[in-house]
């Protein structure tokens, strides 16, 4: 009973992840990381920091959820 419900959360955890790991905006420097003008848009807005908390979140649950599983702690 408890296993199938970690499963379940491994699973909405690891659909999750990578919805909002696709929802980051890309960090390369691109041709701005030549001429050092790269730093001038560095800066994060509140919404990204939202999702970088939320992705590290999710990411932690999916971790556990791994290892529960993967040792079998969890009968």
Known sequence: MLVNFIWAVQIISALLLVI???LHSPKGDGIA???GASH?????K???K???KLTGIVSA??????FLLG?????
């Open 33 to 35: 990381g030549i001429g």
């Open 61 to 66: 649950i999916f971790l556990i959820c791994t």
């Open 50 to 52: 939202g999702l970088n």
């Open 46 to 48: 509140s919404a990204e």
């Open 71 to 75: 040792f079998g702690i969890i009968h």
């Open 20 to 22: 909002l790991i696709l």
């Open 40 to 44: 001038v848009f560095a800066s994060q």
